[in-house]
């Protein structure tokens, strides 16, 4: 299967969109394994590689980004929308 999402560390629970998926598209994930999209991802955008919970931090290049705003399911967008980062 083609990889169209980056896992960037082992620890991330998103991983970033190489192209375009589209919603109900089943794309394979850098470090084995797929994903099936919840919404319309753009590219270079993040994907939730799991189910992550409002409150939950979400993690890329190993580290806590923010925290989610509200529950993300598996293969959800990732993004300002959901997305609360902190001010430092």
Known sequence: MRHDILLIDPKDNVGV?????????????SAGGEVEAADDIPMSHKIALKDIRAGEPVIKYGEEIGRAR???PR??????????IGEG
């Open 70 to 72: 509200e529950d993300i």
């Open 17 to 29: 969109a190489l192209a375009d998926i589209a919603k109900g598209g089943r794309a394979g994930i």
């Open 75 to 84: 293969g959800g967008w990732v993004h300002v929308h959901n997305l609360e």
